[in-house]
């Protein structure tokens, strides 16, 4: 299940997307201070109108590439040429123009949500190296084995290099539906249990906010 937020001002259009991406975790906005307020580092992808009632999903897109790699998805009536040339160059990984079958939108947000797990599913830098399809975690040539909850959070981690990621955003990405069960202080075990295994990992704590993967 991925936390996917919609910024189209036209309400039928956006519950028709909700519909149709029912099995997510969706986020609705009509305006671009809607969408703004609800943006964070926890969203896996942005499903965008370039025309919003207070502002450009053009100005946007550049904005969240500041600080994310998340897929961004424009969704427009804009089709002129120059328009798509616009919209990827500003940052988007696809451009889907009005009218459109909402089994189209729906294939090709699964498959931008594919290739951004694809391409997050191997790190290796400064002697280390985590393969998250296999499941195998080397530092310095030597297996680690990481339990589970360990190998989550050192994804989204490395996923999101150079980020400050908060607590609460952490919390909700390891343990998703469980985290109302979750005692605060697990998210600092794990941490300290990953610094242990892995010593030298470029893991910061952000003192009042959470952790950053950098150095």
């Not at 998340?70 to 002129?80: E, S």
């Not at 079958?101 to 599913?121: C, D, E, F, K, P």
Request: aromatic share 8%; glycine share 6%.
């Amino acid at each position: 299940m991925a936390k996917i937020l919609i910024a189209e001002d036209d309400k039928a259009l956006n519950d028709g997307i909700v519909l149709s991406l029912g099995e997510h975790e969706l986020l609705q906005a009509y305006t671009l201070a809607e969408a703004q307020s609800l943006w964070d580092s926890s969203v896996d992808l942005v499903i965008l109108d370039i025309n919003l009632p207070d502002g450009s999903g053009l100005d946007f897109c550049r904005q969240i590439r500041r600080t994310s790699s998340v897929p961004i998805v424009f969704l427009t009536a804009n089709d002129m040429e120059i328009d798509i040339v616009t919209g990827l160059e500003s940052g988007a990984d696809d451009y889907i123009t009005k009218p459109f079958s909402l089994m189209v939108l729906r294939a090709r947000i699964h498959a931008a949500l594919r290739r951004q797990t694809a391409g997050n599913n191997m790190y290796e830098k400064d002697g280390f190296v985590f393969d998250f399809d296999k499941m195998i975690f080397l530092a310095d040539g030597q297996a680690v084995e990481l339990s589970k909850t360990e190998q989550r959070l050192l994804k989204v981690l490395t996923t999101n290099a150079g980020i400050t990621l908060s607590r609460e955003m952490l919390m909700d990405k390891i343990w998703r539906d469980e985290k109302d069960f979750v005692d605060d202080n697990a998210l600092s075990v794990t941490v300290n249990r990953l610094r242990s295994k892995l010593p030298g990992i470029p893991v910061r704590t952000v003192y009042g906010i959470g952790y950053i993967w950098g150095k």
